[in-house]
């Protein structure tokens, strides 16, 4: 018997964040891992993010969970992953009377949240970033962060090729293999490479498609409550600030602006949808992020866009808006929520808090496996990013 062959085996379906996550964490365990993407690796969601290393911050009055989530998650990204970030800091800014009577509820939480804040007087403030608005009146540092999301991505998969995880990109899952009870077995997928279909087995199938998981799990008849939420970011071609600029008040349309290399990216909105593979820019919420976002830096006003673009949420919780439903990521044993054995689906959360997302599922693999096999990855330094087109 070969060694993959005595490894229990698992197929990972989606090569975001999530996916290549749950791959990096499954293949440090010892599990034969195979990932199939019906595009590139972070040719989703994952690849059309803004970049932003949560604090947490954002969160800490109306979704405390998620705000837990995202520092501490930010705290082991920096350790392990540390040439992809851009430590540079946050902050939260206040403008007007709105935004002063956020200031204790933004305060306390962040205390509950353990997330580290520092008052600033305006003076201080435009010194540590003079493009800001004159109309600052009072914000908080936060240890917020940038990432490069196509490289955060890579170094996840480089690491889980390095422990054997084989990569199939360009190749889409058509159905799923069940055997005569009703249970997943493998899936059946088209590779578009070389024009082919075929079946592939393994003992656990692990759904990692974010906003399309729901699409995924209907061809077995199973549910996940997922509320795909679009929304629109703007790249504007002059780095204006160091630092991740938030707006001081309840989470809203417009609200971030963060620098990206020699960008600054300004996002976002949230809005409802239909059709997951086709969601055009909307040149109203285009026109809106300069609008909210000059409001906090003037001088976008007269920066060019370089590019605008959308990226699907896939939030937890249905028939709700999107602003109201939590961040946070929940992962489902089909066994338990559908009578389906076989398969599990991981969704929700955010960039920041893909590597936790990946262990809770890689737990939920292991328990239903019966494998004992500890998570490392809190403290294993990743491969390089390059490291993913090195190893075979």
Known sequence: ?????????????????????????????????????????????????HGLLHSGA???VNDQ???????????????????VIEPNGGLFVGINDSDLAYVKAFCDGCEACHIPVEE??????LRMEPALTSKTIVAYTVPDGTFDPLRLALAFAASSKKNGARYHTYTEVEDFLTDGNGNVVGIKVWDRTDNTHKEMRSDVVVNATG??????????????????????MVAYDQRLTERVINRLNAPSDGDIILPQRRMM????????????????????????????????????????????????????????????????????????????????????????????????????????????????????????????????
Not at 120 to 125: C, E, G, I
Not at 217 to 225: E, L, Q, R, S
């Open 265 to 392: 990216v300004t996002g976002t909105t949230s809005f409802a949808v239909e059709d997951l593979d086709y969601i055009p820019v909307d040149d109203h919420q285009v026109d809106l992020m300069l609008e909210r976002g000059s409001e906090l830096l003037p001088a976008l006003q007269h920066t060019k866009v370089r590019g605008a673009y959308m990226a699907t949420r896939p939030l937890i919780g249905s028939g709700i808006s999107g602003r109201s439903i939590a961040r946070t990521f929940k992962c489902y044993d089909h066994k338990e929520s559908d009578h389906i054995d076989g398969i599990v689906t991981i969704t929700g959360g955010k960039a920041t808090t893909l590597r936790a997302m990946a262990e809770k599922t890689a737990d939920i693999v292991c328990q239903k496996l019966g494998v004992q096999a500890e998570c490392m990855t809190k403290e294993l330094p990743l491969s390089s990013y390059r490291d993913y087109y090195r190893y075979a």
């Open 58 to 60: 954002r969160y800490a």
């Open 211 to 232: 906003a399309w998981v729901g699409e995924l799990v209907d061809k077995i008849g199973a549910n996940v409550p997922i509320k795909p939420t679009p929304g629109v």
């Open 120 to 125: 600033l007087n305006p003076q201080q403030v």
């Open 65 to 83: 969970e998620s705000a837990i989530e995202c520092i501490d998650e930010n705290l082991i990204l920096r350790k392990i992953v540390p040439d």
């Open 1 to 49: 018997m070969t060694e993959s062959m005595s490894k229990p085996s698992v197929i990972i379906i989606g090569a975001g964040f999530t996916g290549v996550a749950t791959a990096h964490d499954l293949a440090q365990r010892g599990f034969a891992v195979t990932v199939v993407e019906r595009g590139e690796i972070a040719s989703g969601t994952s690849g059309r993010t």
